[in-house]
């Protein structure tokens, strides 16, 4: 067969793609993965009970605008590397900006704070399982991801493991936010921190296996 007829044959009858395909098959792998992690959490750890009372406080908000603005970033560095004919990715330093500003409140926390009650900010009460619960949390979330990678065609297939870890992590860690009431800057910056982090090494690991096309 000339090549000019195999490529006719291998063309024929393909559908075009939908405009967002990529967009909405993620938006809605992680929405499904979002919502068994929201179904798990009073089912195990529990939702918090001054919940009401939280959403009218400063220190809930700040922490959802941490997690989710690693979420967001990850899913749209996701996004970006799903096609096989992907750009090299650019602004992936932009991630570092909500840690970055993290940091700085953590900072001005312990400036405010007597250097003797630093460790109850680093610790809390929840310091030996939130970075646990965050991960498995994100299980879900990243199984659904890769569900919709499966249609795609990723070739830097560890980047891509790793931004979807970060999106699975950020929005796990969002969802804890429901259970957990560590109010410290402190807090939310090393241990929340650490949970999104291992999602997103875990990414990084199992990108090329379980990625692969």
């Not at 840690?99 to 630093?118: F, I, K, Q, Y």
């Amino acid at each position: 067969m000339e090549t000019d007829m195999l490529i006719e044959t291998l063309a024929h009858d393909v559908r075009p793609v939908p405009r967002r395909a990529v967009e909405r098959r993620m938006a809605g792998a992680l929405a499904t993965g979002g919502l068994v992690a929201v179904a798990i959490i009073p089912m195990t750890i529990g939702l918090r009970d001054d919940l009401a009372a939280a959403l009218a406080g400063g220190t809930f908000w700040m922490k959802l605008i941490y997690t989710l603005a690693l979420a967001l970033g990850g899913t749209a560095a996701a996004i970006g590397l799903a096609r096989p004919d992907a750009p090299r990715p650019r602004g992936l330093w932009l991630l570092s900006v909500p840690v970055l500003l993290m940091a700085g409140l953590s900072a001005h926390e312990l400036l405010a704070t007597p250097a003797t009650e630093w460790m109850a900010l680093v610790k809390g009460e929840s310091w030996d399982r939130c970075a646990l619960n965050i991960l498995l949390l994100a299980l879900p979330i990243f199984v659904a991801g890769l569900w919709a990678f499966r249609r795609f065609a990723p070739t830097r297939l560890r980047l891509t493991g790793a931004m979807a870890g970060l999106a699975a992590g950020g929005l796990s860690a969002t969802l804890y936010g429901l259970h957990c009431p560590e109010a410290s800057a402190t807090f939310v910056l090393l241990w929340y921190s650490l949970g999104i982090a291992v999602a997103t090494l875990g990414g990084w690991l199992t990108g090329p296996r379980l990625l692969r096309w």
